[in-house]
């Protein structure tokens, strides 16, 4: 951090994803909140969503002793807030608003944001009005606060999240000027939309129309909220230079500063206790396949997965599922491997046989022996219809099996029962070959966890990566296993290459076009990675820990207090004009 650097008094931080384990924005500001709560302790303040009126948020400890009068002030104000901590390291202070009032205001609200930012809402739909009406709620929560306990003596940031918050920090930039506004955008909306209805993006970046696609995309209001927020707020910032670059031609704005997504190693466990969540997991991950298929896969089986949310191009499962096809018939698989796709899909429960299967194992398949919870539509489901159209029943003699978890792993799914970070120390290698990803927690999520990984260049992670090991001197640019050589009886026109035990992590390059080159090379991979020996595993297992320790928040925490520098200056410049 620069000794130059203004620092903000106070910090409030406004998303949906406070208190609400949605997606990756969750992790971000769960596994920031310690290093900043540190640094400015209860002078960080997360504003979020209160839709759990009616049921407990194991999330969220309500504190009614905390700021009590000011509560009250609000409450007469219109503002319904519950005031605690957040259940994550750190313990941060959050105040949760209830929106639900302000869908009343709404045409107001919205005739008030085209008058004063030129933002249209008239082609709203969807999760438009609730995300705005929360936003909304959420500026006026940060108002009240600053004009109760602050002044221009303070130095204070509102930081907004995604397009769901922009209308907030448009409120807060028009009635207390005296806040320092930062938006961060993790990724657009027209590129996702673009990229998710089978256009190509980046060969074509250059000639797309923001407004134009926004239109041709359905997706007017949504758009127009994140660019003019972006062109108003005192710092613009986005998660890596894949979404800059994004941002830059479709939003018509160079974000002034790249926030990358570190994580929090206190996440992860030690020594004895991350061995035996290890082989509790596998055990667990091991037991449901075998009642599940009515196979003997025993813990040499090797173990891989891609997980995320389910987006059938843009995170690569098409992608993957390719792969996994191509390693299956392939000569060269020797070894059994056990293939997950963990992604939450449109799911009823957990399958009632195979929960009975789990208690009274008998040896024989069950009818869909690849899925392990009812979907509501499985004939609508691409996953569950390409396993179907390729034929795959899992048999024992097969030396790939694919297992679909569609469900969110919170620890009482009613199969595994196990957390999402749990099931993942029981992986031995995972997969995320994404075609649109600002970033990519999941593939940092598992180096941290010691996962070797393999993702792409389309990855804001992947380049970062690609990054970190360009900076260090390698001795090989890639390594061809003993074994493999063995396996290849010494031919090396035979032997497969495998990066993942020299870096554990494999950045493939991928493009708007390359998908069997894609395909090849992760099936490659996966066959090169199954014929490793243990020690060759074991450094991959530590290259992987050891690129994660780079990507901490202590590191990456110094791109935010450039932020907050950012904002604060062109605040204060603001303020003077």
Not at 135 to 143: H, L
Not at 160 to 171: I, V
Not at 219 to 236: G, L, M, N, P
Not at 299 to 308: A, E, P
Request: include cysteine; aromatic fraction near 12%; hydrophobic fraction near 40%.
């Amino acid at each position: 951090m620069s000794q130059d650097n203004l620092l903000p008094d106070y910090v409030f931080e406004s998303s949906w994803e406070v208190c609400n384990k949605v997606g990756g924005i969750y992790t971000v500001l769960s596994t920031r909140a310690k290093t900043l709560q540190d640094a400015m302790p209860d002078r960080l303040i997360f504003i979020g969503p209160d839709f759990w009126l009616e049921k407990e948020n194991p999330l969220f400890v309500e504190d009614r002793s905390l700021w009590a009068d000011w509560r009250k002030l609000a409450c007469s104000e219109g503002l319904p807030i519950r005031i605690g901590r957040w259940q994550i390291p750190g313990r941060p202070v959050v105040v949760l608003v209830d929106f639900q009032p302000f869908f009343a205001k709404k045409n107001d609200i919205y005739g008030a944001l085209w008058n004063d930012f030129q933002v249209d809402s008239l082609h709203a739909y969807g999760d438009y009005d609730e995300a705005s009406m929360f936003s909304y709620a959420a500026g006026r929560v940060v108002e009240s606060f600053y004009n109760h306990f602050l002044d221009e003596s303070k130095r204070v940031v509102y930081q907004a999240h995604e397009w769901m918050t922009g209308l907030g920090a448009l409120y807060i930039h028009k009635f207390v000027p005296a806040i320092a506004t930062i938006f961060t955008t993790h990724a657009t909306t027209i590129g996702r939309s673009i990229a998710g209805n089978g256009k190509p993006l980046y060969d074509y970046l250059f000639a797309y129309n923001g407004n134009q696609m926004a239109e041709e995309l359905n997706v007017q209001s949504k758009h127009s909220i994140e660019r003019q927020t972006a062109h108003h707020v005192d710092c613009f910032t986005t998660v890596s230079d894949v979404t800059a670059n994004e941002c830059l031609e479709l939003l018509d704005k160079q974000p002034d500063v790249v926030l990358p997504n570190g994580f929090e190693l206190d996440f992860v466990p030690k020594g004895v206790t991350f061995v035996n969540r290890r082989r509790k997991a596998r055990r667990r991950i091991l037991e449901v396949a075998n009642a599940l298929m009515g196979t003997s896969l025993t813990d040499d089986t090797l173990i891989v997965s891609t997980s995320g949310r389910y987006e059938w191009k843009n995170k690569g499962i098409d992608v993957y599922l390719e792969a996994l096809c191509r390693a299956l018939h392939d000569s060269r698989l020797e070894r059994q491997v056990l293939a997950l796709v963990e992604v939450p899909a449109w799911q009823s429960g957990p399958r009632r046989d195979l929960q009975e299967r789990l208690k009274n194992f008998r040896s024989s398949p069950l009818p869909e022996p690849f899925i392990t919870h009812n979907l509501y539509e499985p004939g609508a489901d691409m996953v569950t219809q390409t396993l179907h159209r390729w034929g795959i029943t899992n048999r024992e003699s097969s030396r790939l099996k694919i297992m679909f978890v569609p469900c969110y792993l919170d620890g009482a799914d009613g199969i595994f029962n196990l957390h999402y970070y749990d099931l993942l120390l029981g992986l031995d290698l995972t997969i995320y070959p994404s075609y649109y990803e600002p970033w990519g927690y999941t593939p940092l999520e598992s180096v941290a966890f010691k996962v070797p990984c393999i993702t792409t260049t389309l990855a804001g992670f992947g380049l970062w990566a690609n990054d970190q090991k360009a900076s260090e001197s390698k001795k090989a640019i890639s390594k061809t296993s003993g074994q493999a050589m063995k396996a290849a009886n010494g031919r090396i026109e035979d032997a497969i290459p495998c990066y993942l035990d020299t870096d554990g992590v494999e950045v493939v390059k991928r493009s708007d076009y390359n998908y069997n080159e894609v395909s090849d090379r992760i099936r490659d991979e996966i066959i090169g990675f199954s014929k490793l020996n243990d020690h060759e595993v074991t450094f991959a297992r530590k290259a992987a820990a050891s690129l994660a320790a780079k990507a901490q928040w202590k590191y990456f925490i110094a791109y935010y207090y450039k932020a907050y520098d950012f904002a604060l200056r062109r605040a204060a410049a603001r303020m003077k004009a």
